[in-house]
């Protein structure tokens, strides 16, 4: 069973997805289930993981409604206000919805890059355990610093790195990044997604060497156990093709034993997230 544990749906809106400037043009329009399922079986990916891009409660009913429609959708990460007074409550609220996995808040927007360790935001964070749910840390390579406070403060949480932390891939800035991963990495609860690398390289002139040495990093560092293959589906249209973004972690783990391969591209992601293994056949 192959699982993508990140892409996207949404149904644009210029005011909602300000994010997207005019020079990502190709992402200003709708991007629903229908639109992915070809990519999907072009690729043999049996399930995904579905992740928010807007800040309000209201999307996340929206991509919860949208995989309760859809077989394909195996999960859901959504979210909510964790600075708020109420977040006990709302967190009690949703824990209803049985493909709802978790939760992320883009961090990488907050001009403040200790958002993660604000007394608030840890305060709503420290409710998640209780209900079972995960959080995705979305983030700068700046920001990777309040990020590990964050994890250490909560070592029974489980949490996970999105895009590995965007490494500045175009820039080729290794260092700084690469000393905060090995870092963060070494807290077990920390697993980290192989995801968004095409959009922190070259959009039109990037090339797989371009990736290697940041995908050595977090392959030596989490180890394999705790890395998760994941499209950043339709962000990646940016710079390249859902095949082209399989095809590069798929070349880099050409000579890994099967078992790690479908670890990488399932398994690890079926465990991470507690994917119902009846209801879906994933092995969890």
């Known amino acids: 069973m192959r699982i993508d544990s990140h892409q996207h749906f949404w149904r644009y809106d210029a005011t909602r997805h300000a994010w ?32 928010q891009v807007d800040q309000t409660e209201e999307e996340t009913l929206f991509l919860l409604r949208l995989a309760e429609h859809n077989a394909n959708i195996a999960g859901v990460v959504g979210w909510i206000d964790f600075c708020s007074s109420q977040v006990e409550g709302r967190l009690r609220y949703f824990s209803q ?26 305060r709503g964070i420290a409710c998640l355990q209780q209900f079972g749910f995960i959080y995705e840390i979305l983030i700068y390579p700046k920001q990777l610093p309040a990020a590990l406070e964050l994890v250490m403060r909560f070592p029974e949480q489980a949490f996970v790195i999105d895009h590995m932390a965007k490494p500045e891939i175009r820039a080729k800035e290794e260092a700084n990044w690469t000393a ?15 995801s ?54 798929e070349e880099y783990v050409h000579g890994y034993p099967a078992e790690v391969k479908e670890r990488i591209f399932g398994g690890n992601a079926a465990q991470f997230y507690g994917l119902k293994t009846a209801r879906h056949g994933f092995a969890a």
Request: one cysteine or more; glycine letters at 6%.
């Open 20 to 51: 997207i400037t005019d020079k990502m043009s190709t992402l200003k329009q709708d991007f629903l289930p229908s639109d992915l399922d070809p990519a999907l079986n072009a690729n043999g990916i049996d399930a995904t993981i579905l992740v």
């Open 196 to 249: 968004g690398l095409v959009t922190e390289a070259d959009w039109h002139h990037w090339k797989k060497e371009d990736f290697r040495p940041y995908l050595d990093v977090v392959f030596d560092a989490f180890g394999p156990e705790r890395l998760m293959f994941g499209s950043d589906w339709p962000v990646c249209l940016l710079a390249a093709s859902y095949g082209q973004v399989l095809q590069i972690i």
């Open 180 to 194: 905060a991963m090995r870092e963060i990495a070494a807290n077990p609860n920390v697993s980290c997604k192989v």
């Open 97 to 122: 919805f049985e493909k709802l996995c978790g939760f992320r808040h883009i961090a990488q927007g907050e001009s403040d890059d200790r958002f993660l360790v604000r007394d608030d935001f840890t």
